[in-house]
């Protein structure tokens, strides 16, 4: 694999194998943050596309120093917050078997309660505001650090954390809400 600044320089250049490259290692990411954003798998996969075309439209102007993945998470986040502003009433999220919640081959009654926890949480994660929502899915999902978070989301690394800790403490207060509401429902 390339070194990051050798990337960015293969794609300022225009040469396929750099765009390739950062499709391969970046891809799942992107989608991954589009899909906790917008909720939508077809939605996701237009914002991605969104993403690799600015991409091959403004490498030739990056700076030599830019962190490509900072760059492209920053333009995803951009984007999926443009369309969810578009379309308001929000959507539900609808997090798929991509977002997995156990890394095992589960069994059928795992399978369901995992598909029940995927909708509780898809419903919660829809109730934050969008920057906590983009942190939690950052942190979580894709396993980003702080400092990550806070450039995609363009902030403070103090004010990237109280996002991520007011994500955590809302979904807390969330899920043990709708938690006891399936409960109710499916006794």
Known sequence: MERPDDL???????????????????????????????????DAEDACQEVLLKL?????????????RAW????CLNHCLDERRRRRPAVQIELT??????????????????????ELLSKALAQLSEK?????VLRHFEGCSIKEIAQAIGCAEGTAKVHLSRAVSRLRVLLGDLCDEWRGISK
């Open 8 to 42: 960015l320089a293969g794609l300022k250049r225009g040469e396929e194998a750099a765009f390739r490259q950062v499709i391969k290692g970046e891809l799942d990411g992107l989608y991954t943050l589009a899909l906790g954003l917008l909720g939508r798998e077809a």
């Open 56 to 68: 091959l439209r403004f490498a030739p102007r990056l700076s030599p120093n830019t962190s490509l």
């Open 72 to 75: 492209l998470r920053r333009v």
């Open 97 to 118: 078997a991509s977002v997995s919640l156990e890394r095992s081959s589960p069994g059928p009654q795992r399978c369901a309660e995992e598909v029940e926890l995927r």
């Open 132 to 136: 906590q929502r983009a942190a939690f």
